[in-house]
């Protein structure tokens, strides 16, 4: 009597190729319909975390507007604030002073909380930093920021349309507001999902990334290890540095041992790439036998 093997991993269901069981009448329709209300259910938790970092931000910017008016505090006291946040919430972005003085200007320019009619806290924090930086008219910021929303503009879209001054070709006319949650798919919904600071302001973190990170890190690590050559010391990833007031991250930073000098992977910072250009130049440079620059 022959004695056949048993496989623990397929016993298990981990050996072969998956089949999976035949779909009955009706499944294909339910599935879409499953699938749409998870999105959906997805987005309005992303969107009520986003709400209240928005309307947070802006408790924050009355609360600087109203001491600096009536105690008579200057403009150091927003550096001093934003250390001692930063030493309070080390593992959490948006304490930079730059971005204090943002909340400080959204409270000074959106008492309400709102463009016009349009709810500021239904748009990513940095949709609305762009709409009080890049335009002064109230009027123009509200129906940008209806649009953003009923459209589901991404940030650099928007920046896109304000500067070839979109409102004049279609008219500044602003509908009345409807409360309704833009594309599940639209890149406004994925940049929602995706916001960092959102993440940070959960406690969540690295943790939240942690699969695209490593994802992405599987697709690109041979070729960036090549890239680099030999000699080099992982530092660590997401290593804070600040210049100017502005705080930038840089994703992975390596020390060479042989040039004394450190390599930098993408700085991801809500500054101008400028600025982050300013922040990899604090970072040593190789230098040459005679210890001058190279």
């Not at 991993?9 to 998956?18: D, P, Q, T, V």
């Not at 879409?32 to 924050?60: C, E, F, P, S």
């Amino acid at each position: 009597m022959a004695i056949q093997r048993l496989d623990p991993l397929r016993a298990a269901g981990w050996g072969g190729r998956s089949r999976r069981p035949a779909a009955p009448a009706g499944y294909a329709d339910w599935l879409a319909g499953l699938k749409a209300d998870i999105a959906h259910a997805r987005q309005r938790a992303a969107l009520a975390v986003n709400a209240k970092l928005v309307q947070l931000y802006g408790r924050i910017g009355r609360e600087i507007l109203t001491r600096q008016q009536a105690q008579g505090w200057g403009a150091k006291v927003i550096d001093r604030l934003a250390c001692d946040l930063q030493d309070a919430f080390p593992d959490m972005r948006g304490w930079s002073s730059s971005n204090l003085k943002y909340m400080r200007f959204f409270a000074q320019h959106c008492p309400g909380g709102r463009f016009g009619q349009q709810p500021a806290d239904q748009l990513p924090w940095f949709h609305v930093v762009t709409l009080l930086t890049k335009l002064d008219d109230p009027a123009q910021r509200e129906w940008y920021a209806a649009q953003a929303v009923q459209q589901g503009w991404s940030r650099t879209t928007l920046e896109l349309h304000i500067r070839n001054r979109l409102h004049q070709r279609q008219g500044a006319a602003v509908t009345k507001f409807e409360a309704r949650l833009p594309s599940p798919h639209s890149a406004l919904a994925r940049e929602t999902l995706k916001d960092p600071y959102l993440f940070d302001f959960l406690g969540l973190g690295d943790e939240a990334h942690e699969r695209e990170i490593e994802s992405g890190l599987v697709r690109h690590i041979t070729r960036f290890l090549l890239e680099l050559g030999a000699g080099f010391a992982f530092v660590g990833r997401q290593f804070r540095l600040e210049v100017a007031g502005d705080e930038f991250f840089i994703d992975l930073l390596f020390y060479h041992t042989r040039l004394k000098c450190l390599r930098r992977g993408r700085a991801q910072g809500h500054g101008l790439q400028a600025r982050a250009r300013r922040a990899a130049q604090l970072l040593p440079r190789r230098r040459g036998r005679a210890g001058q620059g190279s």
